[in-house]
């Protein structure tokens, strides 16, 4: 989708901020609960730390752009910040290779989403893209770093991963309306 033209369906970016905060406010939940119960010194709490770290910022830059372009963020964010951090702290508590699990299978969706929301806003907003492809490749390494960490050696990796995969296509599709 190169230009607009008479017919075409525009895309709501006021939506994708409000999903896309929503997912890295959960996102920075998730971490937290990981990092609530995984002994500070392990390899994995370090590597989760760091992507803690970068959820951080792009949930910085999503509140941002929710106040400039004056978009209300998700009413369900008090439930994400309960969930998140449930899923994070369970996880951890069955392994670090099941939170790693974890990381892989929310980045797999989120990096599936925001593809689909580059696909549809083309050159329509390039700040919003710009952010938005900047993130995907920081989610996508953080997908890779957990696959290459061991997330597949988690306990019934198969089964948590399609789990957790599935909780995030509905948290992503509440998220944009609600």
Not at 34 to 53: E, F, G, H, T
Not at 146 to 164: C, E, V
């Amino acid at each position: 989708m190169s230009g607009w033209r008479p017919g075409d369906r525009r895309p709501d970016s006021g939506s994708m901020l409000r999903v896309d905060q929503a997912g890295e406010y959960g996102a920075t939940r998730i971490y937290a609960g990981q990092l609530a119960v995984l002994r500070p010194s392990s390899a994995n709490a370090k590597l989760i730390q760091r992507m803690a770290a970068q959820e951080q910022r792009h949930l910085k830059r999503f509140d941002r752009l929710l106040a400039e372009r004056k978009v209300r963020p998700t009413v369900l964010q008090p439930l994400w910040n309960v969930a998140g951090f449930a899923l994070g702290a369970v996880t951890a508590m069955i392994s670090e290779e099941a939170a790693l699990a974890c990381t892989e299978a929310v980045e797999t969706e989120i990096d599936r989403h925001y593809q689909q929301q580059l696909d549809s806003l083309g050159d329509s907003d390039r700040e919003l893209s710009g952010d938005i492809a900047e993130f995907q490749a920081e989610e996508i390494e953080h997908r890779d770093t957990a696959i290459a960490n061991g997330s597949g050696n988690a306990p019934g990796h198969p089964l948590m991963t399609a789990a957790i995969r599935a909780g995030c296509r509905v948290a992503i599709g509440l998220s944009k309306r609600i």
